[in-house]
Protein backbone atom coordinates (compact mmCIF):
# COMPACT_ATOMS: atom_id res chain seq x y z
CA UNK A 1 0.00 0.00 0.00
CA UNK A 2 1.05 3.42 -0.93
CA UNK A 3 0.52 6.40 1.70
CA UNK A 4 0.68 9.77 1.55
CA UNK A 5 0.55 11.67 5.09
CA UNK A 6 0.31 15.86 5.28
CA UNK A 7 1.15 17.90 8.26
CA UNK A 8 2.41 21.61 8.47
CA UNK A 9 5.15 19.67 10.67
CA UNK A 10 7.14 16.67 10.32
CA UNK A 11 5.81 13.90 11.76
CA UNK A 12 3.18 16.41 13.72
CA UNK A 13 0.46 13.59 15.19
CA UNK A 14 1.12 11.05 12.61
CA UNK A 15 4.99 9.53 13.78
CA UNK A 16 4.14 6.51 15.44
CA UNK A 17 1.24 5.51 12.96
CA UNK A 18 3.74 6.05 10.23
CA UNK A 19 6.34 4.04 11.41
CA UNK A 20 4.16 1.50 12.14
CA UNK A 21 2.81 1.44 8.27
CA UNK A 22 6.44 2.04 7.11
CA UNK A 23 7.47 -1.21 8.78
CA UNK A 24 5.40 -3.34 7.16
CA UNK A 25 6.61 -5.03 3.80
CA UNK A 26 5.04 -3.90 0.09
CA UNK A 27 4.36 -0.66 1.84
CA UNK A 28 5.54 2.82 0.80
CA UNK A 29 4.92 5.92 3.13
CA UNK A 30 5.61 9.68 1.98
CA UNK A 31 5.11 12.74 4.91
CA UNK A 32 4.65 16.47 2.78
CA UNK A 33 5.13 19.10 5.26
CA UNK A 34 6.51 22.90 5.65
CA UNK A 35 8.73 22.46 8.44
CA UNK A 36 10.42 19.50 10.30
CA UNK A 37 10.41 18.87 13.95
CA UNK A 38 12.74 15.46 13.67
CA UNK A 39 15.28 14.54 11.34
CA UNK A 40 13.55 11.49 9.83
CA UNK A 41 11.22 8.77 11.09
CA UNK A 42 12.75 5.18 9.58
CA UNK A 43 11.15 4.16 6.49
CA UNK A 44 9.08 6.99 5.59
CA UNK A 45 10.18 9.44 2.79
CA UNK A 46 9.77 13.34 3.66
CA UNK A 47 8.94 15.85 1.28
CA UNK A 48 8.50 19.39 1.84
CA UNK A 49 6.17 22.30 0.40
CA UNK A 50 7.16 25.71 0.17
CA UNK A 51 4.86 28.98 0.51
CA UNK A 52 6.30 31.66 -2.04
CA UNK A 53 8.04 34.77 -0.77
CA UNK A 54 5.67 37.42 0.14
CA UNK A 55 2.19 35.51 0.54
CA UNK A 56 0.93 37.42 3.17
CA UNK A 57 -2.87 37.77 3.77
CA UNK A 58 -4.34 41.12 2.65
CA UNK A 59 -8.24 41.93 1.79
CA UNK A 60 -10.51 41.97 4.76
CA UNK A 61 -9.40 40.61 8.19
CA UNK A 62 -12.44 38.15 8.74
CA UNK A 63 -10.79 36.05 5.61
CA UNK A 64 -7.14 36.39 6.62
CA UNK A 65 -7.13 32.33 7.97
CA UNK A 66 -9.29 31.35 4.82
CA UNK A 67 -6.45 33.25 2.31
CA UNK A 68 -3.71 31.81 4.45
CA UNK A 69 -5.45 28.27 4.20
CA UNK A 70 -5.89 28.27 -0.16
CA UNK A 71 -2.16 29.77 0.24
CA UNK A 72 -0.93 26.57 1.96
CA UNK A 73 -2.94 24.52 -0.13
CA UNK A 74 -1.62 25.67 -2.84
CA UNK A 75 1.85 24.78 -2.54
CA UNK A 76 0.48 21.25 -1.27
CA UNK A 77 -1.48 20.80 -4.57
CA UNK A 78 1.44 21.58 -6.98
CA UNK A 79 4.10 19.07 -4.65
CA UNK A 80 1.26 16.23 -5.05
CA UNK A 81 0.66 17.24 -8.78
CA UNK A 82 4.16 16.68 -9.66
CA UNK A 83 4.41 13.11 -7.69
CA UNK A 84 1.43 12.37 -9.51
CA UNK A 85 3.13 13.48 -12.59
CA UNK A 86 6.17 11.10 -11.59
CA UNK A 87 3.48 8.17 -11.05
CA UNK A 88 3.25 7.99 -7.34
CA UNK A 89 -0.62 7.84 -6.63
CA UNK A 90 -1.64 6.62 -3.26
CA UNK A 91 -4.07 4.67 -1.58
CA UNK A 92 -4.97 6.81 0.90
CA UNK A 93 -4.02 9.94 2.19
CA UNK A 94 -4.06 11.02 5.85
CA UNK A 95 -3.75 15.19 6.37
CA UNK A 96 -3.78 17.67 9.47
CA UNK A 97 -7.52 19.12 9.12
CA UNK A 98 -7.79 23.15 9.27
CA UNK A 99 -5.05 25.05 8.19
CA UNK A 100 -5.06 24.50 4.27
CA UNK A 101 -2.91 21.74 3.88
CA UNK A 102 -5.61 19.14 2.57
CA UNK A 103 -8.08 22.19 0.99
CA UNK A 104 -7.05 20.92 -2.24
CA UNK A 105 -5.54 17.39 -2.23
CA UNK A 106 -8.84 15.29 -3.55
CA UNK A 107 -8.59 17.86 -6.62
CA UNK A 108 -5.05 16.11 -7.28
CA UNK A 109 -6.14 13.01 -6.28
CA UNK A 110 -10.07 12.75 -6.63
CA UNK A 111 -10.36 8.60 -6.31
CA UNK A 112 -7.98 8.24 -3.31
CA UNK A 113 -9.51 8.37 0.08
CA UNK A 114 -9.01 11.24 2.08
CA UNK A 115 -8.56 10.79 6.00
CA UNK A 116 -8.78 13.79 7.83
CA UNK A 117 -7.18 13.95 11.63
CA UNK A 118 -9.65 17.01 13.08
CA UNK A 119 -8.53 18.59 15.97
CA UNK A 120 -10.62 21.52 17.02
CA UNK A 121 -13.59 23.75 15.94
CA UNK A 122 -14.06 27.61 16.86
CA UNK A 123 -16.97 27.87 18.45
CA UNK A 124 -18.31 31.66 20.35
CA UNK A 125 -20.09 29.72 23.16
CA UNK A 126 -19.97 26.71 24.72
CA UNK A 127 -15.86 26.30 24.80
CA UNK A 128 -12.64 28.44 25.57
CA UNK A 129 -14.50 31.49 24.02
CA UNK A 130 -16.64 33.64 26.50
CA UNK A 131 -16.13 31.25 29.54
CA UNK A 132 -13.65 33.56 31.58
CA UNK A 133 -15.91 36.92 32.34
CA UNK A 134 -12.55 38.89 32.42
CA UNK A 135 -12.58 38.00 28.82
CA UNK A 136 -15.50 38.38 27.21
CA UNK A 137 -15.17 37.88 23.53
CA UNK A 138 -16.54 41.25 21.38
CA UNK A 139 -18.87 40.61 18.59
CA UNK A 140 -16.58 41.61 16.00
CA UNK A 141 -14.20 38.57 17.12
CA UNK A 142 -16.99 36.09 16.88
CA UNK A 143 -18.35 37.43 13.57
CA UNK A 144 -14.16 36.40 13.15
CA UNK A 145 -14.71 32.82 14.17
CA UNK A 146 -17.12 32.29 12.30
CA UNK A 147 -15.42 33.12 9.18
CA UNK A 148 -12.57 31.21 10.52
CA UNK A 149 -14.13 28.42 10.28
CA UNK A 150 -14.18 27.62 6.93
CA UNK A 151 -11.17 25.99 5.78
CA UNK A 152 -12.28 23.29 8.30
CA UNK A 153 -15.68 23.40 7.46
CA UNK A 154 -14.06 22.74 3.49
CA UNK A 155 -12.07 19.49 5.11
CA UNK A 156 -15.25 18.35 6.51
CA UNK A 157 -16.98 18.29 3.43
CA UNK A 158 -14.27 16.53 0.96
CA UNK A 159 -12.76 14.17 3.38
CA UNK A 160 -14.23 10.57 4.11
CA UNK A 161 -13.71 10.00 7.17
CA UNK A 162 -11.89 11.57 10.09
CA UNK A 163 -9.97 11.34 13.16
CA UNK A 164 -10.28 13.43 16.60
CA UNK A 165 -8.70 12.30 19.66
CA UNK A 166 -11.65 12.38 22.32
CA UNK A 167 -15.58 13.31 22.80
CA UNK A 168 -15.29 16.45 23.82
CA UNK A 169 -13.18 17.64 20.93
CA UNK A 170 -16.00 15.64 18.43
CA UNK A 171 -18.79 17.45 19.61
CA UNK A 172 -16.94 20.70 19.12
CA UNK A 173 -17.75 19.79 15.20
CA UNK A 174 -21.37 20.41 13.57
CA UNK A 175 -23.78 18.30 14.43
CA UNK A 176 -24.29 17.02 10.78
CA UNK A 177 -20.47 16.18 10.48
CA UNK A 178 -19.82 14.11 13.56
CA UNK A 179 -20.47 10.86 11.93
CA UNK A 180 -17.57 11.35 9.86
CA UNK A 181 -15.61 11.35 12.98
CA UNK A 182 -14.28 8.51 14.69
CA UNK A 183 -12.89 8.94 17.99
CA UNK A 184 -9.61 7.94 18.68
CA UNK A 185 -6.85 9.01 20.71
CA UNK A 186 -3.14 8.72 20.04
CA UNK A 187 -2.62 7.25 23.14
CA UNK A 188 0.23 7.36 25.67
CA UNK A 189 3.26 4.54 26.30
CA UNK A 190 2.45 3.37 29.49
CA UNK A 191 5.80 1.49 29.87
CA UNK A 192 7.18 4.83 29.88
CA UNK A 193 5.06 6.61 31.77
CA UNK A 194 4.74 4.31 35.12
CA UNK A 195 5.04 5.26 38.92
CA UNK A 196 7.82 5.12 40.67
CA UNK A 197 7.56 5.09 44.47
CA UNK A 198 9.67 6.88 46.64
CA UNK A 199 11.54 9.10 43.94
CA UNK A 200 13.65 12.03 44.43
CA UNK A 201 14.38 14.66 41.79
CA UNK A 202 17.58 15.09 40.10
CA UNK A 203 17.34 18.05 36.96
CA UNK A 204 20.45 20.19 36.37
CA UNK A 205 20.48 22.84 39.00
CA UNK A 206 17.50 21.02 41.39
CA UNK A 207 17.91 18.33 43.84
CA UNK A 208 15.00 17.11 45.97
CA UNK A 209 15.34 14.21 48.41
CA UNK A 210 12.90 11.44 48.32
CA UNK A 211 9.35 12.28 50.84
CA UNK A 212 10.02 16.19 49.88
CA UNK A 213 6.02 17.99 49.53
CA UNK A 214 6.47 18.73 45.94
CA UNK A 215 3.42 20.27 44.06
CA UNK A 216 4.31 19.84 40.06
CA UNK A 217 2.27 22.05 37.14
CA UNK A 218 3.04 21.52 33.65
CA UNK A 219 2.04 23.91 30.48
CA UNK A 220 3.55 25.02 27.34
CA UNK A 221 2.50 28.67 28.59
CA UNK A 222 2.20 30.15 31.25
CA UNK A 223 -1.09 31.90 31.06
CA UNK A 224 -4.40 32.20 31.84
CA UNK A 225 -5.82 29.52 29.12
CA UNK A 226 -4.44 26.89 31.28
CA UNK A 227 -5.21 28.89 34.34
CA UNK A 228 -1.31 29.78 35.24
CA UNK A 229 -3.09 32.69 37.65
CA UNK A 230 -4.78 30.29 39.75
CA UNK A 231 -2.21 27.73 40.34
CA UNK A 232 0.14 31.07 41.04
CA UNK A 233 -2.22 32.53 43.56
CA UNK A 234 -3.35 28.91 45.04
CA UNK A 235 1.00 28.33 45.48
CA UNK A 236 0.91 31.30 47.27
CA UNK A 237 -1.63 30.45 50.33
CA UNK A 238 0.03 27.20 50.19
CA UNK A 239 3.16 27.99 50.88
CA UNK A 240 1.75 29.50 54.04
CA UNK A 241 0.62 26.73 55.14
CA UNK A 242 2.89 24.18 54.01
CA UNK A 243 6.70 26.06 55.15
CA UNK A 244 8.26 22.84 53.59
CA UNK A 245 6.70 22.20 49.77
CA UNK A 246 8.12 22.79 47.00
CA UNK A 247 6.62 23.40 43.36
CA UNK A 248 7.75 22.52 39.95
CA UNK A 249 6.52 24.28 37.15
CA UNK A 250 7.80 22.93 33.89
CA UNK A 251 7.07 25.08 30.60
CA UNK A 252 8.21 28.75 29.24
CA UNK A 253 6.43 31.64 29.84
CA UNK A 254 4.88 31.96 26.39
CA UNK A 255 1.72 33.32 25.77
CA UNK A 256 0.24 31.15 23.05
CA UNK A 257 -3.80 30.99 23.46
CA UNK A 258 -4.46 33.87 25.94
CA UNK A 259 -4.62 37.67 24.99
CA UNK A 260 -0.90 38.87 25.08
CA UNK A 261 -0.04 41.94 27.41
CA UNK A 262 1.19 44.92 26.65
CA UNK A 263 5.19 46.14 25.99
CA UNK A 264 6.12 42.44 25.75
CA UNK A 265 5.55 41.57 29.47
CA UNK A 266 4.20 38.10 30.44
CA UNK A 267 1.79 36.65 33.09
CA UNK A 268 4.32 35.09 34.86
CA UNK A 269 5.96 38.81 35.43
CA UNK A 270 2.65 40.59 36.37
CA UNK A 271 1.81 37.35 38.61
CA UNK A 272 5.25 37.38 40.63
CA UNK A 273 4.79 41.39 40.86
CA UNK A 274 1.21 40.76 42.30
CA UNK A 275 2.35 38.40 44.86
CA UNK A 276 5.74 39.30 45.40
CA UNK A 277 6.23 39.16 49.76
CA UNK A 278 3.55 36.40 49.55
CA UNK A 279 5.56 33.63 47.55
CA UNK A 280 8.92 32.22 48.46
CA UNK A 281 10.67 31.96 45.16
CA UNK A 282 13.78 30.04 46.79
CA UNK A 283 10.89 26.92 47.11
CA UNK A 284 9.47 27.58 43.63
CA UNK A 285 11.30 25.88 40.70
CA UNK A 286 10.79 27.41 36.87
CA UNK A 287 12.65 24.21 34.60
CA UNK A 288 11.60 25.79 31.57
CA UNK A 289 11.19 23.10 28.86
CA UNK A 290 12.86 19.41 30.24
CA UNK A 291 13.45 16.45 27.71
CA UNK A 292 11.26 13.78 28.79
CA UNK A 293 13.13 11.72 30.83
CA UNK A 294 13.51 14.44 33.00
CA UNK A 295 9.84 15.43 32.53
CA UNK A 296 8.89 11.75 33.58
CA UNK A 297 11.37 12.74 37.10
CA UNK A 298 8.94 15.21 38.08
CA UNK A 299 5.85 13.60 37.34
CA UNK A 300 7.28 10.40 39.55
CA UNK A 301 8.13 12.96 42.15
CA UNK A 302 4.78 14.65 42.37
CA UNK A 303 2.67 14.54 45.29
CA UNK A 304 -0.23 16.67 43.45
CA UNK A 305 -0.08 17.60 40.30
CA UNK A 306 -2.10 20.68 38.83
CA UNK A 307 -3.46 20.69 35.60
CA UNK A 308 -6.34 23.24 34.62
CA UNK A 309 -7.56 24.32 31.01
CA UNK A 310 -10.28 26.59 29.66
CA UNK A 311 -12.66 24.29 28.02
CA UNK A 312 -10.38 23.52 25.00
CA UNK A 313 -7.77 20.72 23.38
CA UNK A 314 -6.90 18.38 26.21
CA UNK A 315 -3.16 18.41 26.72
CA UNK A 316 -1.61 14.78 26.18
CA UNK A 317 0.05 15.38 29.44
CA UNK A 318 -2.61 14.98 31.75
CA UNK A 319 -2.83 11.85 30.57
CA UNK A 320 0.93 11.08 30.63
CA UNK A 321 0.54 12.54 34.27
CA UNK A 322 -2.05 9.96 35.22
CA UNK A 323 -0.20 7.43 33.70
CA UNK A 324 2.69 8.04 36.05
CA UNK A 325 0.54 7.98 39.16
CA UNK A 326 0.59 11.31 39.68
CA UNK A 327 -3.01 12.45 41.94
CA UNK A 328 -4.25 15.23 39.50
CA UNK A 329 -6.17 18.22 40.77
CA UNK A 330 -7.73 19.56 37.93
CA UNK A 331 -10.14 22.05 36.68
CA UNK A 332 -14.01 21.07 36.94
CA UNK A 333 -14.32 21.85 33.22
CA UNK A 334 -15.91 19.81 30.04
CA UNK A 335 -12.48 18.49 28.70
CA UNK A 336 -11.24 17.31 31.88
CA UNK A 337 -14.76 15.59 33.20
CA UNK A 338 -14.14 13.36 30.23
CA UNK A 339 -11.19 11.44 31.38
CA UNK A 340 -11.52 12.88 35.59
CA UNK A 341 -14.13 11.21 38.01
CA UNK A 342 -13.82 13.76 40.49
CA UNK A 343 -12.76 11.93 44.15
CA UNK A 344 -12.67 7.84 42.18
CA UNK A 345 -9.02 8.88 39.66
CA UNK A 346 -8.32 11.99 40.90
CA UNK A 347 -9.66 15.37 41.96
CA UNK A 348 -11.75 18.23 40.59
CA UNK A 349 -12.37 21.99 41.61
CA UNK A 350 -13.46 25.35 40.47
CA UNK A 351 -11.95 26.71 37.29
CA UNK A 352 -11.99 30.46 39.02
CA UNK A 353 -11.47 29.38 42.42
CA UNK A 354 -7.96 29.29 43.86
CA UNK A 355 -8.53 29.00 47.53
CA UNK A 356 -10.71 26.07 46.44
CA UNK A 357 -7.54 24.59 44.65
CA UNK A 358 -5.30 25.60 47.95
CA UNK A 359 -7.41 23.35 50.24
CA UNK A 360 -7.05 20.35 47.56
CA UNK A 361 -2.98 20.70 47.31
CA UNK A 362 -3.37 21.19 51.11
CA UNK A 363 -5.11 17.71 51.80
CA UNK A 364 -3.04 16.34 49.06
CA UNK A 365 0.44 17.20 50.76
CA UNK A 366 -1.12 16.71 54.47
CA UNK A 367 -2.78 13.04 53.72
CA UNK A 368 -0.94 11.89 51.37
CA UNK A 369 -2.05 8.10 51.77
CA UNK A 370 -5.86 8.82 51.42
CA UNK A 371 -5.60 9.61 48.07
CA UNK A 372 -3.00 6.31 47.26
CA UNK A 373 -6.07 4.26 45.52
CA UNK A 374 -6.83 7.91 43.55
CA UNK A 375 -3.35 7.41 42.18
CA UNK A 376 -3.79 4.00 41.33
CA UNK A 377 -6.89 4.82 39.72
CA UNK A 378 -6.00 7.71 37.23
CA UNK A 379 -3.05 5.17 36.09
CA UNK A 380 -5.69 2.31 35.48
CA UNK A 381 -7.98 4.85 33.33
CA UNK A 382 -4.98 5.78 31.07
CA UNK A 383 -3.98 1.77 30.74
CA UNK A 384 -7.80 0.56 29.76
CA UNK A 385 -8.60 4.09 27.61
CA UNK A 386 -5.52 5.71 26.03
CA UNK A 387 -3.08 2.36 25.99
CA UNK A 388 -0.54 3.01 23.31
CA UNK A 389 -0.50 -0.32 21.43
CA UNK A 390 -4.29 -0.97 21.59
CA UNK A 391 -5.11 2.33 19.97
CA UNK A 392 -2.01 2.44 17.49
CA UNK A 393 -3.46 -0.70 16.70
CA UNK A 394 -6.80 0.46 16.23
CA UNK A 395 -5.40 3.40 14.12
CA UNK A 396 -3.43 1.23 11.40
CA UNK A 397 -6.87 -0.83 11.08
CA UNK A 398 -8.72 2.68 10.21
CA UNK A 399 -6.14 4.01 8.06
CA UNK A 400 -5.49 0.27 6.08
CA UNK A 401 -9.76 0.04 5.88
CA UNK A 402 -9.68 3.47 3.76
CA UNK A 403 -6.35 2.45 1.76
CA UNK A 404 -8.10 -1.09 0.71
CA UNK A 405 -11.93 -0.53 0.28
CA UNK A 406 -13.91 1.39 -2.07
CA UNK A 407 -14.64 5.22 -1.35
CA UNK A 408 -18.44 4.12 -0.91
CA UNK A 409 -17.84 1.81 2.04
CA UNK A 410 -18.26 2.59 5.90
CA UNK A 411 -16.08 2.36 8.75
CA UNK A 412 -17.44 1.87 12.30
CA UNK A 413 -14.47 0.51 14.59
CA UNK A 414 -14.66 -0.56 18.06
CA UNK A 415 -13.58 3.23 19.15
CA UNK A 416 -15.96 5.17 16.85
CA UNK A 417 -18.42 7.12 19.39
Not at 146 to 171: E, F, K, V, Y
Not at 218 to 231: A, D, I, L, V
Not at 258 to 287: M, W
Not at 354 to 367: G, K, S
Request: glycine letters at 6%; aromatic letters at 12%.
Amino acid sequence: MRYLFIHPVFPGQFHRVMQQLAAQPGNEVVHLSRQSALEAVPGVRKLRFSVPEGATPTGHPYVHKLEEAVIQGQAVAHVAAELKRKGFVPDLIYGYAGWGQIMFIKDIYPNVPLVGYFEWFLNAYGSEYNFDPAYPLATEHQLYLRAANTPMLLDLQSCNHGITPTRWQQHQFPEEFRHKLTVLHDGVDTELFRPKPDAGLNLPGLSLPPGTPVVTYSTRGMEPFRGFPQFIRALAELQARCPNCHAVIVGTDNVYYSKTLPEGRTYKQELLEELAGRLDLSRIHFTGWLDTPYYLQVLQASCAHVYFTRPYVLSWSLMEAMAAGCLIIGSNTAPLQEVIHDGENGLLTDFFDHHALADRLEEALRQPERFRSLRENARQTVIQRYHLPKLLAAHVRLLEHWAAEPLHSAFHPEHSS
